[in-house]
């Protein structure tokens, strides 16, 4: 028996968790994140200092925001791919609410978080503590509760003797492929300190394997009966392909089989921009290669994918098509009426592989994909081209950082009109460079999310792209990263406001209300963003020219100072359309010319919309 406090077991447990796949072993959560208040700094702050004071490995960082520590946390996990995560730790009430956005974010990109908010006392003695909510019909509510449908496994510790199921518990969600997400126990900041007699185990050194569950073989025949049927087959890649390592699979499979490959945000870099089965991005923020060739399949080979609105253009992209779904849950699997082929990405390539063994695709087909995708090439090379003397373009910034980018260089983006573009004009060469959250799309996520991706992957340069209106949000972490000593590029796109929300406003008839940082008399407003990232602790670099962006991003590339790279751009200039439509309903009814013009517009849209019920 080892008698601690919870927080003190709380430490010692998390310090000898270990994750393993294919052999590889790391450490599950290697750091804790976190903000102290009343309610952690006597539990799980003592504990820590303990913990380091004892030479125990789990080294604490402090962030600015809570929210911003969950987006660290998640791009760790995003970057490890979901082998490893970091712990977060709040405070009671404000901090402990301030994680739903990012907990959320992390559940919705299937990412693993632990969180691990204070709460109000279990033993409630002087009821109310400072930030309790006080909830007259219960005092068994409490702003933790708020983080319940947002987490995957959700637990409150109110006695000591339930933290090791609980642990497990937690540990087994977080390493489990088809539940993972965010992970929360609240921690009464009286439990916290409590003393208990743990068993020994309890603090013995675990590993939580990570299977790769081979799919049925039933399921894989009939969905072979209908690949190989295909005349014009599309693989979608999402994000599941990289989290399971099979692009290598992916590769085989489409090269032995001749079939063209799309990309989502989070499977882009599944395969390189340069192999010549690449069609790039698809739906929305898609390619006209990928979306035309989606357009007309026959079979859509959706691996690793949630198939959100962005990919399918809200129902609208596939037309009269089967689709065979490769994924690890059995809900993602059965979307749009799939053959469900439940397992992991690798295993699952694998198995339909030898399943189609001798099929290949008409030459012809190929040769059409192919001959849309370098029509395509040459859009970007125009779109991304601008003189040296020219004020950048986000298009032209956006090529800009990807020339400066190494091979393993990761790029990193949320929010606004530039994931858009990224999509469509970012050439990845490798699966991890390519970090655009778009599950949740957070504002606010790009430089958190940086030094989630820089702790993981410390050997590759980070740039992260973010908008002024993303900036505001959360510029605070910039000195998490100072003061962390952890380097980053972040190339600041000004445009004075919402580019992207301005140019959808004023297609669904709202007139850009609001979009456009200006004061009550239309004028730019005296706000210089540069100056603030100085003053938070950045090198910062302005520039007006091409030639000088290039310099700086170079510059920013070699100093091992955390960069902010000042860019003004025009928010009416738009990148390339991959001719996607997205719904976002308009107005019934309107007084206004606008809105009803972009009514019309809307039901002409929504038309095409399908619903895919094949039996
Ligand atoms: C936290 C959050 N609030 C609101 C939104 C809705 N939203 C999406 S993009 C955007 C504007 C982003 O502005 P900026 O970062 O400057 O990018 P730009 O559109 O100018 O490219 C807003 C408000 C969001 N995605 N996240
Ligand atoms: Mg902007």
Not at 458 to 463: A, G, L, S, Y
């Amino acid at each position: 028996m080892r008698r601690l406090t919870v927080a003190q077991a709380l430490v010692a447990f998390l310090a000898q968790q270990w994750s393993e796949r294919d052999g590889q072993r790391r450490r599950l959560i290697p750091a804790c994140f976190g903000i102290f208040g009343h309610g952690n700094v006597a539990g799980l702050g003592e504990a820590l200092a303990g913990a380091a004071a004892a030479g125990v490995d789990l080294p604490y960082r402090l962030c600015r925001n809570e929210q911003g520590m969950v987006h660290t946390a998640s791009a760790y996990a995003r970057m490890t791919d979901r082998l490893s995560t970091l712990a977060c730790t709040t405070s009671i009430g404000p901090g402990a609410t301030n994680l739903v956005t990012g907990a959320a974010g992390a559940t919705i990109n299937r990412l693993p978080v632990l969180l691990l908010p204070g709460d109000i006392f279990a033993t409630r003695p002087a009821n109310p503590v400072l930030q309790e909510l006080e909830d007259s019909r219960s005092y068994d509510v409490s702003v933790t509760d708020a983080l319940r449908p947002v987490s995957r496994y959700w637990d409150r510790i109110n006695r000591p003797e339930q933290l090791p199921a609980a642990l497990l518990a937690a540990m087994r969600v977080l390493t489990d492929p088809v539940e993972t997400g965010a992970v929360t126990l609240a921690l009464p900041q009286d439990v916290q300190a409590e003393a208990y007699d743990w068993p020994e185990e309890l603090f013995a050194e675990r590993t939580w394997h990570v299977p790769r569950p081979r799919p049925d073989d039933g399921a894989v025949q009939r969905a072979a009966r209908i690949v190989t049927a295909a005349r014009r087959p599309v693989v979608v890649a999402g994000g599941g392909v990289i989290y399971s390592g099979a692009t290598e699979a992916l590769r085989g499979f489409v090269e032995r089989h001749g079939v063209p490959v799309v990309e989502t945000q989070a499977g882009k870099g599944a395969l390189p921009h340069d192999h010549p089965l690449s069609l790039g991005a698809v739906g929305v923020t898609g390619t006209a290669a990928a979306n035309e060739v989606a357009a007309h399949a026959d079979v859509v080979i959706g691996v690793g994918t949630r198939y959100s609105d962005f990919t399918t253009a809200s129902g609208t992209l596939f037309g009269d098509a089967r689709f065979v779904n490769l994924n690890i849950t059995g809900f993602d699997a059965a979307k749009l009426s799939g053959v469900q082929v439940v397992g992991d990405a690798r295993e699952s390539l694998a198995a339909l592989g030898a399943a189609c063994d001798g099929w290949a695709s008409e030459p012809a087909y190929r040769a059409g994909a192919a001959d849309l995708r370098d029509r395509w090439t040459a859009v970007v090379d125009r779109a991304r081209h601008a003189d040296p003397g020219a004020r950048p373009t986000q298009a032209a910034v956006i090529g800009a950082v990807n020339d400066a980018a190494g091979p393993r260089d990761v790029v990193v983006c949320a929010a606004g009109s530039m994931p858009g573009d990224l999509h469509k004009l970012w050439r990845s060469t490798d699966p991890k460079a390519y970090h655009v959250e778009y599950g949740y799309s957070c504002m606010g996520y790009e430089i958190a999310g940086g030094i989630g991706v820089r702790l993981a992957a410390p050997d590759r340069e980070v740039f992260v792209l973010v908008g002024d209106g993303s900036y505001l949000m959360l510029p605070s972490e910039l000195v998490t990263a100072v003061a962390e000593g952890v380097k980053l590029v972040v190339v600041l796109v000004d445009n004075q406001g919402f580019a992207s929300i301005g140019r959808l406003s004023e297609s669904v008839g709202a007139q850009r209300l609001g979009t456009a940082y200006q004061d009550r008399e239309g004028a730019p407003l005296p706000v210089d963003l540069g100056a603030n990232a100085a003053s938070l602790g950045a090198e910062v670099l302005r520039v007006t020219t091409m030639a000088e962006l290039r310099a700086a991003l170079d510059a920013a590339k070699a100093s091992d100072r955390t960069t902010v790279v000042h860019v003004k751009t025009d928010p009416r200039e738009a990148g390339p359309d991959g001719g996607a439509w997205w719904d976002v309903p308009v107005a019934e009814v309107s007084t206004t010319a606008e809105a009803q013009a972009a009514r019309s517009g809307y039901e002409t849209g929504r038309k095409a919309r399908r619903t895919h019920l094949h039996p």
